[in-house]
C-alpha cells in the first residue's frame, strides 16, 4: 500500500466521523424513557444521566436532549 492510498483512506474514514457528529443521535425507547425520567430527577446534569446508559456519553445525550427539546429562549 503506497503512501497515497493510505491518506485516502483517513479521509474516508474522517469524513465518516464527521457526519456521524453532525447526525441526530440514535436511542432506544428504553433509553428515551431513562434520559427523560432522569432529566425529571437530576435536571440537566449529563454526566450523571450517562452514568445510568452503559456506552453513552454526556454529550451523546445533551445533544440528544437538546435536538428534542429545544429551548425556548
Known sequence: ?????HSS???????????SKDSKPEFSEDEETL?????NLV????S?????IPGRTA???EKYW???YPSKE
Open 59 to 61: 454529550e451523546e445525550i
Open 35 to 39: 434520559i427523560t425520567r432522569m432529566y
Open 9 to 19: 483512506d483517513n479521509a474516508i474514514e474522517d469524513s465518516t466521523v464527521q457526519s
Open 1 to 5: 500500500m503506497s503512501y497515497m492510498d
Open 43 to 46: 435536571g440537566a446534569r449529563w
Open 66 to 68: 437538546t435536538s428534542r
Open 48 to 52: 450523571l444521566v450517562a452514568g445510568r
